[in-house]
Nanobody, 118 residues
Framework: VQLVESGGGSVQPGGSLRLSCDAP????????MGWYRQAPGKQRELVAT??????KYADSVKGRFTISRDAAKNTAYLQMNSLKPEDTAVYYC??????????????WGQGTQVTVSS
């Protein structure tokens, strides 16, 4: 099972983008879905997570980014508004799932580039 991301691209400061992350295939359960990002020369950092019961955001994106999930489709979204140049990074989808009962697997997407520049 592999996560598939889409929706990255280039946008001017103040613009918006929406990222999508699909977990195709047969999955028994999805416990957590979220987004991380990694800018050049920096460590990968948490952007937002959704456990199904609660959401968590990095302080730097609170009020601008919104994570949501479609549980029926095993899909997560990251709506990014009021984008800033410092949001420029490769964004990675992350999920904690059980492909079969009794297992717990951590999955990552391949990454999608988000560039905010005038």
């Amino acid at each position: 099972v592999q996560l598939v991301e889409s929706g990255g691209g280039s946008v001017q400061p103040g613009g918006s983008l929406r990222l999508s992350c699909d977990a195709p295939g047969r999955i028994y359960a999805v416990y957590v879905m979220g987004w991380y990002r990694q800018a050049p020369g920096k460590q990968r950092e948490l952007v937002a997570t959704d456990t199904g019961g609660s959401t968590k955001y990095a302080d730097s994106v609170k009020g601008r980014f919104t994570i949501s999930r479609d549980a029926a489709k095993n899909t997560a979204y990251l709506q990014m508004n009021s984008l800033k140049p410092e949001d420029t990074a490769v964004y990675y989808c992350h999920a904690v799932v059980a492909v079969i009962p009794g297992e717990q697997d951590t999955l990552w997407g391949q990454g999608t580039q988000v560039t905010v520049s005038s």
